[in-house]
């Protein structure tokens, strides 16, 4: 494994993937992120029928669990997707930024 793959894959730690798990699963693994102390922020990302999965682990973690984490970045966009035959179809995505707000002291 060369410098960058190992740099690489230290910084996709922070991405969660959302897919077919129910919400708090992903909530959970968010907490996870976050309170580690490794990173300040975590990325969710989603396609097609998970995008509304991923906003409910966002909205469940910034008003239940962590109330100083905040929604930074929302980025939409649509994704070519090849199926088993060979077909394309477009795939809406969404990637939402979740940061821990700096306290003050």
Known sequence: MTK???K???S??????VGNKPPMNYVSAIMAVLSSGSYS???LK????AISRAVDAAEITHNRFLTDAEVTNIDI????VTNEEGRKSNVSSIEICLTM???EK
């Open 8 to 10: 690489k894959m230290d």
């Open 4 to 6: 960058e793959e190992k």
């Open 77 to 80: 966009g649509t994704e070519v």
């Open 46 to 49: 989603a396609r097609g029928n």
């Open 101 to 103: 707000k700096k306290t």
């Open 41 to 43: 922020e975590v990325v």
């Open 12 to 17: 996709d730690n922070n991405i969660i993937y």
